[in-house]
């Protein structure tokens, strides 16, 4: 029998929610990797999103093992991949054709000054690699590639499960010297452009996250060791991420060197606030209320929404007279009560958009309650 954790329902809501503070300071922080930036950017945002960035994703891949572990035992090898069709695959084509037009509209087109309206813009998003872009949902093709690739793999460490063996509670942090070796190597030439075909680096260090969840639900004594060192990993955690900033805040380092600086003890950093995490969630959060069940249900829709949510009024926000600290204070309302009204009155009341965006169908109890009846 699995044992429901919520504490893991809680982590998975911490991470998306946290998208919003952390894509809107990748609108104002230096390096150019978002749909939009302004015109005045901030390097101390650069650390902050930096810091995040040392661990969200990696945290969402993990999540997703543990959760396809999880399925698979439930429910079996064919019902499991079934369920990632509908949770993974439809969500992701219905928002590529619809969220990630919108995205690749301001992306494409509004940051780079083209003379093209958005109906000009529309058939070069279907016709021309140029102008396409799955935006945010590339977590979401790179997550089924991965179900589909491991599988064999994943259903070898289930027929296996609990046999695992840990002599050492330390034995949990053998996992980064590899995990430093793939991001110092790959990211060389392949620092993180999400097109799934030539993005080896996220594809080797994505696919060892998703294992490492994996293992995590499947035998027993990584959680318990987990257990009794996350106070210590969390320490370590902070202590490498600070380094880890302080040595990419040095602009006129050679490049070989910030290269180091920022994936020896980041990835180190990473690791252990994932550890910590895990750990912190388990003791303190394995607890179900009214919050978690709507916040929850929430998780996938609102990963996927979120994205226009912040770009087509932060395009607009972001050119307004008006202080930086404004400018971000007011996007991140205006993103979040958009992004939340579109999903509590379009998409969680109706069954096309529940399907659409990756959500259960509504019980009959459910429905009867969001009609008042």
Request: hydrophobic share 50%.
């Amino acid at each position: 029998m699995i044992e429901r954790r919520y504490d893991i329902d809680w982590l998975r809501v911490f991470a998306t929610y946290l998208l919003f503070p952390f894509h809107i300071g990748k609108v104002f922080d230096v390096p150019p990797y978002y749909p939009i930036k302004s015109p005045d950017l901030s390097p101390l945002l650069g650390s902050f999103t930096g810091f995040i960035h040392l661990w969200h994703m990696p945290l969402f891949f993990l999540l997703a093992g543990w959760s396809l572990h999880a399925s698979m035992a439930l429910r079996g090898v064919r019902t499991a991949l079934r369920e990632r069709v509908d949770r993974i695959l439809i969500p992701f084509v219905a928002g590529t054709v619809t969220l990630c037009l919108v995205v690749g509209y301001y992306e494409r087109v509004m940051m780079t000054g083209q003379p093209l309206s958005f109906w000009q813009y529309a058939p070069k998003f279907f016709t021309s690699l140029d102008y396409f872009t799955w935006s945010q949902l590339w977590f979401l093709i790179y997550l089924f590639t991965f179900t589909l690739l491991w599988m064999p793999l994943f259903r070898r460490l289930l027929a296996k499960e609990g046999a695992m063996t840990l002599r050492h509670t330390w034995h949990i942090y053998r996992p980064i010297p590899a995990l430093i070796l793939m991001q110092g190597i790959l990211r060389i030439w392949w620092p993180g452009y999400q097109n799934l075909y030539n993005d080896w680096g996220n594809f080797c260090c994505y696919s060892a996250m998703m294992l490492l969840g994996f293992i995590l639900g499947s035998q027993p004594v990584v959680a318990e060791a987990i257990q009794r060192e996350w106070r210590r990993a969390a320490v370590f955690g902070a202590l490498l991420a600070a380094l880890t900033i302080w040595g990419w805040s040095h602009p006129e380092w050679p490049d070989a060197m910030r290269h180091i600086a920022y994936y020896v003890p980041g990835t180190a950093a990473g690791y252990c606030i994932l550890i910590g995490m895990l750990g912190f969630a388990r003791e303190h959060l394995n607890r179900r209320n009214g919050a978690l069940d709507y916040l929850a249900e929430s998780a996938l829709p609102v990963y996927i929404l979120h994205q226009a949510g912040i770009v087509v009024p932060g395009w607009y926000i972001v050119h307004l007279n008006l202080p930086m600290a404004a400018r971000i204070a007011l996007l991140l309302v205006v993103s979040v009560t958009v992004t939340m009204a579109v999903y509590h009155c379009l998409v969680r009341p109706f069954s096309l958009t529940r399907r659409l965006s990756g959500m259960k169908a509504r019980s009959r109890r459910v429905a009867t309650s969001l009609h008042g009846d």
